[in-house]
């Protein structure tokens, strides 16, 4: 149980193009939904938390209107990486919570390269 | 000092060996704590989970929780080839409303060697 589902895994794209990752919990609803970014040989960074039906909670430093973050349904939430650069590429990881003080579950990851 | 400390290494070991992963952290609010597994490539997968000091155990995995030293560990008997991964510790407060946020170790790269 407690499977989530990332898609694309792989993303290579022009600079300036944008590119949506989803994000879905497969067999459990998730209250809470979380966008990480991981670079190479480095611990994962939190962008920033996604409640349903609600706005996302960005973290310091993370601009709202670069990464947009929907999450539309118990199951499933997107980022948006917007008019995509470079320095955008990175690794990116979501995870989904059931609850309060339950563990976060990872998706496999999306790897993003901005040509 | 860092909320949360995990030496990187990496650590080499033969195959059948005790594997012992450690974390230590600062923050005494800190009440949930978690072990994850990530190979190369690939989002963290949950091994273990839990709330109290004390040993768990799951299979070849037990962690242990030292609330008192602020300390936590995952011991890994019997350790396979496919061990070999980089293992994250993470931990948070329990709140209600759901804004705790994780807070990981750097991740500690493990080889089991055949």
């Known amino acids: 149980g407690a499977v989530v589902s990332q898609h694309p895994s792989r993303v290579i794209c022009k600079s300036g193009t944008s590119v949506k990752i989803e994000c879905r919990s497969l067999?459990?609803?998730?209250?809470?939904m979380f966008w990480y970014r991981q670079f190479p040989k480095q611990s994962l960074m939190l962008m920033a938390t996604?409640?349903?039906?609600?706005?996302?909670?960005?973290e310091q430093g993370v601009e709202k209107d670069k990464f947009l973050i929907n999450h539309a349904s118990l199951t499933l939430s997107t980022l948006t990486v917007t008019s995509a650069h470079p320095e955008d590429s990175s690794f990116y990881i979501c995870?989904?919570?059931?609850?309060?003080?339950?563990?976060?579950?990872f998706g496999d990851g999306t790897r993003l390269s901005i040509l | 000092q860092k909320e949360v400390e995990q030496d990187p290494g990496p650590l080499s070991v033969p195959e059948g060996a005790i594997v012992s992963l450690n974390c230590t952290y600062s923050?005494?609010?800190?009440?949930?704590f978690m072990w994850y597994r990530q190979y190369s490539r690939k989002g963290p997968e949950l091994l273990m989970y839990t709330y109290s000091s004390g040993n768990k155990e799951d299979g070849r995995f037990t962690a242990q929780v030292d609330k008192s030293s602020k300390y936590i560990s995952l011991f890994i008997r019997d350790s396979q080839p496919s061990d070999s991964a980089t293992y994250l510790c993470?931990?948070?407060?329990?709140?209600?409303?759901?804004?705790?946020?994780?807070?990981f170790g750097k991740g500690t790269k493990l080889t089991v060697n055949p």
């Open positions: 067999d459990f609803q998730a209250t809470t």
């Open positions: 996604s409640n349903e039906g609600s706005k996302a909670t960005y």
């Open positions: 923050n005494s609010a800190f009440q949930y």
């Open positions: 993470a931990m948070s407060p329990l709140t209600q409303g759901g804004s705790e946020k994780l807070v």
């Open positions: 995870s989904a919570r059931q609850g309060d003080n339950q563990p976060q579950h």
